[in-house]
């Protein structure tokens, strides 16, 4: 009896990498959408608030301490995705 084996080739690695930095960016932009609406505290809503506040606010908060709101406006979501969207091809490109 052979026990099948699970090989990660450079492609496949590329390519999970990949999909967690988009679920990713999805989960920051999710978060940041619902950011805009009030939201009623012990609704369904507030749960998954939050949870992605727990997943996304210390990797926004990097980037929160360098560029504080300008006007009301918080930027720093758009830089950190950027820098996110960078550090994936800088590892693909490695990968690969």
């Not at 978060?31 to 805009?36: G, V």
Request: aromatic residues 12%; negative net charge.
């Amino acid at each position: 009896m052979t026990i099948p084996t699970f090989t990660l080739n450079a492609y496949s690695v590329a390519q999970l990498v990949v999909t967690l930095v988009d679920f990713y960016e999805m989960l920051i932009i999710v978060y940041i959408l619902l950011s805009w609406f009030p939201i009623r505290e012990g609704s369904l809503v507030h749960d998954i608030v939050m949870v992605l506040q727990s997943l996304c606010e210390p990797y926004l908060g990097l980037f929160r301490r360098f560029i504080p709101p300008m006007g009301g406006l918080d930027f720093s979501p758009v830089i950190a995705v950027l820098a996110l969207n960078l550090v994936s091809r800088l590892v693909i490109g490695i990968i690969v």
